[in-house]
């Protein structure tokens, strides 16, 4: 809810970070330097994966190509409040306010991530700009019906229980509000015990307790309450970032291990490249898609403080 100002209401219970947040703050800790010289740029400051279409010429447009997609697909408008959930450090964010004219909160329960997020951010000035809270996305410390969209991009593999933030998510959207969810979706269970070891070392690379399937997902946003869900497959667009990474992490590799064992790296360091490898073994294999998810809160349906 809005305050006389216009400015977020903090709910009574100030949320208290989810299991596995140790986990994900080390691994971003201790793998920053990789995403920093091999993915993200000062235009992007993107950690997630970039979209191609028939205009996108390079990686670092590829980056910003997905929040311009992701936003036309859950058709953002300027003025709205966007909840950017597991925001990174800030890059979508910062691009929903300057492209997309809206009011951006960013959460995220890597303490070093949301400290850097603010840190990136312009001055207040005439413009708006995005606030940056270290929070847990499933039990966030906002006021119920305070956000029009709930923006989820590639950092629901990190929650444990992906229905905690489903209920979270529906909670603070007002009604008739949007969430969209851009994920690594599997397209089933019980594989063959060798693709699960493969999928294993790439979760656990990533700190990712385990990717739901499409399915789950579906009946997550449903059983929240909340309407109108569909999944749509955007495999196709992220590809040619997903064998991007792949083709780096091969590359890699073989100087990744002598660099492990001499002790210049961390095996969380190591599993990272491992991770970014398996990645695209396993798509290939059609163990997974990336998927993205749309919902909205019916009109009709009040939020639960």
């Given amino acids: 809810m809005d305050g006389p100002s216009g400015s977020l209401v903090l709910s009574p219970a100030v949320a208290s970070p989810g299991p596995g947040r140790r986990a994900v703050d080390d691994y971003?800790?201790?793998?920053?330097?990789?995403?920093?010289?091999?993915?993200?740029?000062?235009r992007n400051l993107a950690f997630h994966f970039g979209y191609?279409?028939?205009a996108t010429r390079s990686h670092a447009d590829a980056l910003l190509n997905t929040n311009r997609l992701l936003a036309e697909h859950a058709a953002i408008k300027p003025g709205e409040r966007v909840l950017d959930a597991g925001c990174g450090v800030g890059g979508s964010s910062q691009w929903l306010v300057r492209e997309r004219g809206t009011q951006a909160v960013g959460v995220n329960l890597v303490v070093r991530h949301a400290a850097e997020a603010r840190r990136r951010t312009s001055a207040p000035g005439p413009d708006p700009v995005?606030?940056?809270?270290?929070?847990?996305?499933?039990?966030?410390?906002?006021?119920?019906?305070?956000f029009d969209v709930v923006w989820a991009v590639e950092s629901l593999c990190h929650a444990?229980?992906?229905?905690?933030?489903?209920?979270?998510a529906a909670r603070l959207l007002r009604p008739g509000g949007r969430l969209v969810v851009a994920e690594y979706?599997?397209?089933?269970?019980?594989?063959p015990p060798r693709e699960e070891r493969r999928g294993a070392e790439w979760v656990e690379g990533w700190a990712m307790p385990d990717l739901?399937?499409?399915?789950?997902?579906?009946?997550?946003?449903?059983?929240?309450?909340?309407?109108?869900?569909?999944?749509?497959?955007?495999?196709?667009?992220?590809?040619?970032?997903?064998?991007?990474?792949?083709?780096i992490a091969r590359f890699c590799q073989p100087f990744d291990r002598i660099a492990l064992a001499l002790g210049i790296r961390s095996p969380t360091q190591s599993g990272n490249v491992t991770a970014a490898v398996r990645q695209y073994q396993t798509l290939?294999?059609?163990?997974?898609?990336?998927?993205?998810l749309l919902a909205r809160k019916s009109p009709a349906q009040r939020s639960l403080a």
């Fill in 28 to 42: 971003y800790h201790e793998t920053w330097l990789d995403y920093r010289g091999l993915w993200m740029n000062g």
């Fill in 52 to 54: 191609y279409d028939e």
């Fill in 130 to 146: 995005p606030r940056f809270v270290a929070a847990d996305y499933c039990e966030t410390p906002f006021a119920a019906g305070s």
């Fill in 160 to 168: 444990p229980d992906k229905g905690r933030f489903y209920r979270e």
């Fill in 185 to 191: 979706m599997r397209t089933g269970r019980g594989l």
């Fill in 212 to 247: 739901d399937t499409i399915d789950e997902h579906r009946d997550h946003a449903r059983a929240a309450g909340l309407d109108d869900v569909r999944v749509d497959d955007f495999t196709d667009k992220a590809r040619p970032s997903l064998r991007r990474l792949y083709r």
């Fill in 284 to 292: 290939r294999r059609g163990l997974w898609r990336y998927s993205v």
